[in-house]
């Protein structure tokens, strides 16, 4: 018989203490690879927040809706584009003149129909401008100026779908009658305060002028708010003379405050003051973008038209305005109907001014 070592006999008469030693030595620093710190699961990553929107551009010196501003260059394409002339066209409605009434009308008008740049505008005045994110609905309001002479176009006018503003002109022949009809029909309703020109152009009733006296100039705007029914706001009929100067713009204002009013510049004089003037004085306003019929035909006005969504697109906000003419009713009658599914919405002036107030509030 073989002699052995005591320790293997003892090992093979009972080796559970060595199975057990040996799962310590292998499990032991197993256990505490699996189970320290770092090998432990990680806890889920945060996840960064993914910025689906640019943070809004700040331009120097733009205000919101003026596609042209103090000091920036030009921005939209058309502005750009130099200048080409046309003779002047004849116009299908009494004293229509919104589009550049320091050209006397005798003479060829530019074509662009945005004038340049107000000069001079103090750049603390200007608002920022706004920027809405790419993926949101776009929005665009049309005001339709001009109303109250011809009441079988003020009328096919008022018909156009959604929510276009009108703009009427006061103590005309249809124009108390058609903002009534207007406002029946769900529509916004302004006034078309008519205000002196630089071209001599005559004004109709009701229109402000730097000759009257301020008790004159206060008592005929108050009598043109009274005589158009249903009124939101107002804009500049004309103005081009009037909307440059401080003190009238300031009567204007005057009158304004306390009847919860607002005011669009049409932005018929690049000098004008009124938007200035207008935020002083805490009354809701904008500024016209683009004439969309300066000249009356199906070509001039989709240009107009498809300018006037590039900016919303650009801005996220833009405002025309156009007049009850014939070619651009037939135009608008078509082209509304197209806005949705390019998500651009026509909002009511009022509705515009407050968009633009809690974007400019946004930023
Ligand atoms: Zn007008």
Known sequence: MTARDPLIEAIARNPRPLVMMMIGLVGMPLSLWLFTPERAPAPPAPVPRVQETPPPARAPALAPTETVGPAGPPETPAASEPAKTIEQPVRQTPDTEDSDPSVPLTQAMPLAPDPAPPAGTPPDDALPVLVLPPTQTRYIAIIIDDIGYVDTLGARAIALPDDVTFAVLP??????????????????VML???????????????GLTPALSKEEFVKTLSLALEAVPNLKGINNHMGSELTTLESPMRWVMETL??????FVDSYTNAASVAGH????ANIPTL????????VQT????DREFQRLLQVAREKGFATGIGHPYEATLEYLEKAIPTLTRMNIELVPVSEMIRLQRSATDAL
């Open 171 to 188: 103590h005309t022949p249809f124009g108390a009658e058609l903002a009534e009809s207007a406002h029946r029909n769900g529509k916004e």
């Open 192 to 206: 078309h305060a008519p205000m002196s020109n630089l071209a001599n152009m005559p004004l109709g009733p009701g």
């Open 257 to 262: 405050q306390g009847r919860d009013l607002y």
């Open 277 to 280: 003037i207008a935020r002083e």
């Open 287 to 294: 500024t016209r973008n683009v004439f969309l019929d300066n």
């Open 298 to 301: 199906h070509e001039d006005i």
